[in-house]
């Protein structure tokens, strides 16, 4: 399986950025997906996930700005970032997994995309 982020970049506060993560390699869509990021010098945390049945989820510093969303058909993942913060900044991961990544570890990882909130 291979995950292939897009969509990152520069942007000032109060933008909007689009993420994709391409997925190829998997056989069904029998599978769960999620955006991490990692903010310089501190964890990854999770931002958002779906499960297989379309159940989203979202942390609580990114309600009400980021959707999260997936064509199935294409087997793309998306993040949609609106009212964009400096706090936002961060590599941002797309990963997967065969279980809720609301509580397990994913199976697969993307190589990342930056995105920056900067005026």
């Known amino acids: 399986v291979q995950l292939v982020e897009s969509g990152g970049g520069l942007v000032q506060p109060g933008g909007s950025l689009r993420l994709s993560c391409a997925a190829s390699?998997?056989?069904?869509?029998?599978?769960?997906m999620a955006w991490f990021r990692r903010r310089t010098g501190e964890e990854r945390e999770r931002v958002a996930t779906?499960?297989?049945?379309?159940?989203?989820s979202y942390s609580d510093f990114v309600k009400g700005r980021f959707s999260i969303s997936k064509d199935r058909d294409k087997d793309t993942l998306y993040l949609q970032m609106n009212s964009l913060k400096p706090e936002d900044t961060a590599m941002y991961y797309c990963?997967?997994?065969?279980?809720?990544?609301?509580?397990?570890?994913?199976?697969?990882w993307g190589q990342g995309t930056q995105v920056t909130v900067s005026s």
């Open positions: 390699g998997y056989t069904n869509d029998n599978h769960c």
């Open positions: 779906i499960d297989s049945n379309a159940f989203t």
């Open positions: 990963a997967s997994g065969s279980r809720t990544l609301r509580r397990y570890t994913p199976d697969y």
